[in-house]
């Protein structure tokens, strides 16, 4: 049973929460900004996200605090200085990221509370975060005010004039590499997600190549017990199902032979072997296993 939330006759702290649950993981940024006397402050947010490769744009809300309606220091500086420093949030310093987020007095800075170091920024006054691995120094562009009560958001664009990378992070192809970043994400209420290791998924679907597609596909495999949505997604993202000559020669696989020469029904077998195949992105044999399953090749 689905359970209808109408957010116009829930609590705003409750539907917050149910919101955050629903939307994540998001990404964090800590973002660095300065007041007009020249004092630096930083906050995480993790309403945050890029919206343009060109030219570079990065959003983040700033919003109202639910239980007085009062506003952020972040928004104060943005507002005063239209720049800022977006930097990513690490696993390495994810439990300094939680202690910026602490409401300390307007002054007081969050570098020094959360043991963060600040370097100087190449085209924007704020400081970037030494300890992160990639910082984005940025010129507001736009402050969208969502509304007035506890909660609203203010919309802050960002245009990116200048990025810094550490080398460490990057693969033999000059691209970050997941695992070396190693990204923490935001879920609702005290749950985060560590983006490295077994929680990172290649999936790799050609966009520009048509696919077969979910009605395609024989109902035996649509309708099938053993594989999952997932699985039978890949097939359908298939640009092709195989042919009687592919699916003959692959009747001389060893693990095909097996289960055909073992007298007995092959039906649940070969769609095991079939699950096994998609679990390592091998498309073309799972659908080959499955053709032999229902006599294709005769």
């Given amino acids: 049973m689905m359970r209808i939330i109408d957010p116009k006759k829930t609590a705003t702290r409750d539907f917050h929460q149910f919101l955050l649950g629903a939307v994540a993981p998001?990404?964090?940024?800590?973002?660095?900004?300065?007041?007009?006397?020249?004092?630096?402050?930083?906050?995480?947010?993790?309403?945050?996200?890029?919206?343009?490769?060109?030219?570079?744009?990065?959003?983040?809300?700033?919003?109202?605090?639910?239980?007085?309606?009062?506003?952020?220091?972040?928004?104060?500086?943005?507002?005063?200085?239209?720049?800022?420093?977006?930097?990513v949030v690490t696993y390495s310093i994810v439990r300094q990221m939680t202690i910026s987020s602490v409401q300390f007095d307007a002054g007081v800075s969050e570098f020094e509370m959360a043991g963060l170091t600040p370097v100087p920024s190449d085209r924007v006054a704020p400081f970037r975060v030494k300890e992160s691995p990639v910082q984005m120094e940025c010129k507001v562009k736009e402050v969208h005010t969502l509304g007035t009560h506890g909660g609203a958001g203010?919309?802050?664009?960002c245009e990116v004039v200048r990025m810094h990378i550490d080398d460490d992070?990057?693969?033999?192809?000059?691209r970050i590499d997941p695992h070396k970043i190693d990204l923490m994400g935001r879920l609702g209420r005290a749950y985060y997600?560590?983006?490295?290791?077994e929680a990172i998924h290649t999936i790799v679907q050609p966009v520009t190549q048509m696919v077969i597609g979910y009605q395609a596909l024989p109902p035996y495999v649509r309708e099938s017990h053993i594989l999952s949505a997932n699985d039978i997604a890949m097939l359908a993202g298939l640009p092709s199902?195989?042919?009687?000559?592919?699916?003959?020669?692959?009747?001389?696989?060893?693990?095909?032979?097996?289960?055909?020469?073992?007298?007995?029904?092959?039906?649940?077998?070969?769609?095991?072997?079939?699950?096994?195949?998609?679990?390592?992105?091998?498309?073309?044999?799972a659908a080959c296993a499955l053709a032999i399953m229902n006599g294709v090749e005769e």
């Avoid at 930083?42 to 490769?53: D, I, K, Q, V, W």
């Avoid at 997600?193 to 290791?197: D, I, P, Q, Y």
């Avoid at 199902?241 to 696989?253: I, Q, S, T, Y």
Wanted: charged fraction near 25%.
């Fill in 26 to 87: 998001r990404p964090i940024a800590i973002v660095s900004t300065m007041d007009e006397a020249g004092r630096p402050n930083l906050a995480p947010y993790s309403f945050y996200n890029a919206f343009s490769s060109n030219p570079p744009v990065l959003v983040f809300s700033s919003n109202r605090r639910v239980v007085d309606n009062t506003t952020k220091d972040t928004l104060h500086n943005i507002l005063a200085t239209k720049e800022c420093v977006i930097n």
């Fill in 154 to 157: 203010h919309l802050i664009v």
């Fill in 169 to 174: 992070i990057l693969d033999e192809n000059e």
């Fill in 193 to 197: 997600v560590r983006c490295s290791g």
């Fill in 241 to 285: 199902w195989p042919g009687k000559e592919e699916v003959l020669a692959f009747r001389n696989d060893p693990e095909i032979k097996a289960i055909l020469e073992a007298g007995n029904p092959v039906d649940l077998p070969l769609q095991h072997l079939a699950k096994a195949y998609l679990s390592k992105e091998e498309r073309v044999k």
